[in-house]
T-cell receptor, first 109, second 115 residues
Framework: GQNIDQPTEMTATEGAIVQINCTYQ??????LFWYQQHAGEAPTFLSY??LDGLEEKGRFSSFLSRSKGYSYLLLKELQMKDSASYLC??????????WGAGTKLIIKP | DTGVSQNPRHKITKRGQNVTFRCDPI?????LYWYRQTLGQGPEFLTY????????KSRLLSDRFSAERPKGSFSTLEIQRTEQGDSAMYLC?????????????FGPGTRLTVL
């Protein structure tokens, strides 16, 4: 079967660094996406990885290990506005996205 | 690009009524997706279109749900004889359908409440 696992909730402090992990099992693999979703709003695209390694975009970085079926999203210099859910999604062989349930990130002052 | 738009943003209906939602994708995006999302869960795939052709429909989708994209531009999602379990956020996304990345961009969603 196809499955995405990520922690349900994490808490971090403003200004700190947090790493949100995601493991996936899919029928075929065509890349790993991370989306941010604020409460009551639609998901917004953050990053895409298809090759092993780290992709950096400002305060956000995403890492992929295809052999381990593992990805993480790294958020640096946390700001209060980063409080949101972070969704991990893997694209399968049919180019369909398989979604995790999301990790709710709570930022404390 | 003006982004993906959805109407209405909120819909309250009584059980047994029919509802229809509209999605306008990013112009020139060939692919259009419908998802349903409930609190604390990721988006659940419903169906997707490549231009006007409906290429895939979730096996979880009952016969009460139907979607169209008649001219390959906007799409409608209709739910007939609504049930309380249909209460959710209905999300539309579009993508260019080209290249390996094929990132999906989401609209603001339509929140459905069935009383």
């Amino acid at each position: 079967g196809q499955n995405i696992d990520q922690p349900t909730e994490m808490t971090a402090t403003e200004g700190a660094i947090v790493q949100i992990n995601c493991t996936y099992q899919t029928s075929g693999f065509n890349g790993l996406f991370w989306y941010q979703q604020h409460a009551g709003e639609a998901p917004t695209f953050l990053s895409y990885n298809v090759l092993d390694g780290l992709e950096e975009k400002g305060r956000f970085s995403s890492f992929l290990s295809r052999s381990k079926g593992y990805s993480y999203l790294l958020l640096k210099e946390l700001q209060m506005k980063d409080s949101a859910s972070y969704l991990c999604a893997a694209m399968d062989s049919n180019y369909q996205l398989i979604w995790g349930a999301g990790t709710k990130l709570i930022i404390k002052p | 690009d003006t982004g993906v738009s959805q109407n209405p943003r909120h819909k309250i209906t009584k059980r047994g009524q029919n509802v229809t939602f509209r999605c306008d994708p990013i112009s020139e995006h060939n692919r259009l997706y419908w998802y349903r999302q409930t609190l604390g869960q990721g988006p659940e795939f419903l169906t997707y279109f490549q231009n006007e052709a409906q290429l895939e429909k979730s096996r979880l989708l009952s016969d009460r749900f139907s979607a169209e994209r008649p001219k390959g531009s906007f799409s409608t999602l209709e739910i007939q004889r609504t049930e309380q379990g249909d209460s959710a956020m209905y999300l539309c996304a579009s993508s260019s359908g080209t290249g390996e990345t094929d990132t999906q961009y989401f609209g603001p969603g339509t929140r459905l409440t069935v009383l």
